[in-house]
């Protein structure tokens, strides 16, 4: 078994700050890549953020300069901090991450979705 189970999603104020995490959990070999990409209501999904095993990050242009991706790999999780969040960062943010069993079977595995709601 190998999930992710995704947490700190909830309610802020405009220019208010959150953290939302991802954990993965199971029977893991290594963890390569890792993301976040969320979709609000009657929108596709979009890419938000990734960062590879050796720490290198990428955003998109919506969020860069106000989130941050970072990970703890002693912990295999993934956080996301979002910072100055507008209400069009509202959304279900999910996370991804790339794996490989013991069996170092390739296993693409997302997170549950955890809801941001940026509303006064």
């Known amino acids: 078994q190998v999930q992710l189970v995704e947490s700190g999603g909830g309610l802020v104020q405009p220019v208010g700050s959150l953290i939302i995490s991802c954990a993965a959990s199971?029977?893991?070999?290594?963890?390569?890549?890792m993301g976040w990409y969320r979709q609000a209501p009657g929108k596709q999904l979009e890419f938000v953020a990734e960062i590879t095993s050796g720490g290198t990050t990428n955003y998109a242009d919506s969020v860069k300069g106000r989130f941050t991706i970072y990970r703890d790999n002693a912990k295999n999780t993934v956080y996301l901090q979002m910072n100055s969040l507008k209400p069009e960062d509202t959304a279900v943010y999910y996370c991804k991450a790339n794996i490989y069993d013991y069996t170092k079977k390739y296993l693409e595995v997302w997170g549950q979705g955890t809801l941001v709601t940026v509303s006064s």
């Open positions: 199971g029977s893991i070999h290594s963890i390569n890549d």
